[in-house]
């Protein structure tokens, strides 16, 4: 049996997997040229990126990159995450 905390989080993980689902819509892939690897990032979302072996498994990593981001900004009180698709996330902890 769940507890109504337990809920709560699934609940905010799920919504902000959903977020980042659609922040990953709008991400920048280059390739890095000492490396051959593609770097990935969002715009507005500083500090959370990923490097992969290909454009998509950089996105991959993006995408789970930018839940964590998004999960520590709200722990910490933050109130500077960009919409993306139409999604704003600000919660009270």
Do not use: H, N
Not at 18 to 28: D, F, G, L, V
Not at 67 to 83: F, R
Request: hydrophobic share 40%.
């Amino acid at each position: 049996m769940s507890t109504p905390l337990t809920d709560r989080s699934r609940d905010l993980r799920q919504q902000v997997e959903i977020w980042a689902k659609a922040a990953r819509q709008q991400a920048r892939v280059e390739r890095l040229e000492d490396s051959g690897e593609f770097y990935a990032s969002v715009p507005g979302t500083k500090g959370a990126w990923a490097i992969g072996s290909t454009p998509e498994e950089a996105e991959e990593g993006l995408e789970s990159a930018l839940v964590d981001w998004v999960l520590l900004k709200l722990e910490l009180g933050a109130d500077d995450i960009p919409k993306m698709g139409g999604i704003s996330l600000a919660f009270d902890l």
